[in-house]
């Protein structure tokens, strides 16, 4: 699988990169909750600059559905993008959509401005 994990100051990242699809992602969601609360960590940051192949709107929805469910509103979500306009759209999407089901979420396209909004 195109993906890595690691905590780091109690933030779990996650790299994507590769081909993504909304089964990978199902994968990753369950993978990310586990650790999450084996090592009580309640920070996401999910880096997808070198994937291929984000998810389409529908899969958006869809995923934040489950992922509501599966974290709650208690983990904060940091997504970072390559800076491209169509992945804006999607990730406005994504942070209305998630808001909606009580996920803190926010996108950004600058690492070091994700990790200070994550430790904030």
Request: proline share 1%.
């Amino acid at each position: 699988m195109p993906v890595d994990y690691e905590i780091k100051d109690q933030i779990l990242h996650i790299s994507v990169n590769g081909w993504w699809s909304s089964q990978i992602g199902h994968s990753v969601q369950a993978e990310a909750a586990k650790l999450c609360n084996d090592h009580g960590i309640t920070r996401l940051l999910i880096d997808f600059r070198n994937a291929e192949n984000l998810s389409s709107t529908i899969d958006i929805y869809e995923v934040t559905k489950d992922h509501a469910r599966v974290f709650g509103s208690d983990v904060k979500h940091a997504v970072v993008l390559r800076n491209d306009e169509k992945l804006k759209q999607s990730a406005e999407f994504f942070e209305t959509v998630a808001r909606n089901r009580g996920i803190i979420a926010e996108s950004f396209t600058s690492m070091s401005d994700a990790i200070q909004w994550l430790k904030d």
